[in-house]
């Protein structure tokens, strides 16, 4: 039976992230550590040019700190070679961003597909995890619709799909429902609410929002580059997820 230390998903040690502009050093990270294990849901918070973006990059396997260490599922990943980076990316991690990066001319089901042909997954297997990933996340009606063609909250959601239709074990989300309506934001919270609750997948997400961070089960708070606040939240936001 594993012990504690199994259940920690990702370890990040004293992560320092230094940008260079000109004779200019600007410190984005200064000594961050976080432990996040197997499905959490967790929101991290923080004013803008706090760190969080960096941060999520950073664990992200996007960008590398410029000191300090990160294990992800007891892996360095200063260890990873290039194609072990893009296996973690392409499939133990989903991304969810702001401006849903959804190809505009294709349809919602050709947008899900997209990351399992980089994977090298048959055309039949692939169109039915696509349409699987996209009934899950309540679009089942929408599959051939172009991203013009569907509401932001739509548009939302078909990048969730994308992000799991590789069952990856994490999803980071930067911001997701930073372009929406109160109401869409309430919904898309309540498919990471229910993809954590009965996928266990581990979610992290960015938000300055404070009722978006309340509705995961820990907030972590930023500023100036370090961990200034780390609390459970007692009462998590709970809401159903339109169908």
């Known amino acids: 039976m594993g012990g504690p230390s199994d259940q920690i998903l990702i370890d990040a040690r004293d992560l320092v992230k230094i940008y260079r502009m000109g004779v200019i050093q600007v410190c984005a990270l200064c000594g961050v550590s976080l432990q996040v294990q197997r499905g959490e849901m967790l929101a991290i918070m923080g004013a803008s ?19 300090g260490e990160y294990y992800l599922d007891g892996i ?63 679009l089942a009606d929408r599959i051939h619709h ?32 930073g372009n929406l309506d109160s109401r869409s934001g309430e919904e898309i919270m309540a498919i990471f609410q229910r993809l954590n609750a009965e996928r266990g997948i581990t979610i992290i997400l960015v938000t300055h929002e404070h009722d978006i961070a309340r509705h995961a089960r820990r907030i972590v708070r930023l500023a ?3 961990v200034v606040d780390d609390h459970p939240v007692s009462s998590p936001f709970h809401v159903v997820a339109a169908s």
């Open 49 to 67: 040019g706090s760190g969080k973006s960096t941060l999520l990059n950073i664990l992200g396997c996007l960008d590398t700190p410029t000191r």
């Open 146 to 177: 172009r991203p013009n063609e569907l509401s932001g909250g739509q548009q939302q959601r078909v990048a969730i799909a994308r992000a799991i239709v590789n069952q990856p074990a994490i999803i980071l989300a930067d911001e997701p429902t």
């Open 76 to 138: 360095p990943v200063a260890t990873m070679d290039d194609d072990q980076l893009a296996y973690v990316r392409g499939r133990k991690i989903g991304f969810v961003f702001q401006n849903f990066n959804l190809l505009p001319r294709a349809t919602a089901l050709e947008n899900v597909e997209l990351p399992l042909i980089y994977s090298g997954v048959p055309p039949r297997r692939r169109r039915a995890l696509a349409l699987a990933a996209l009934e899950a996340v309540g």
């Open 224 to 226: 100036d580059g370090r």
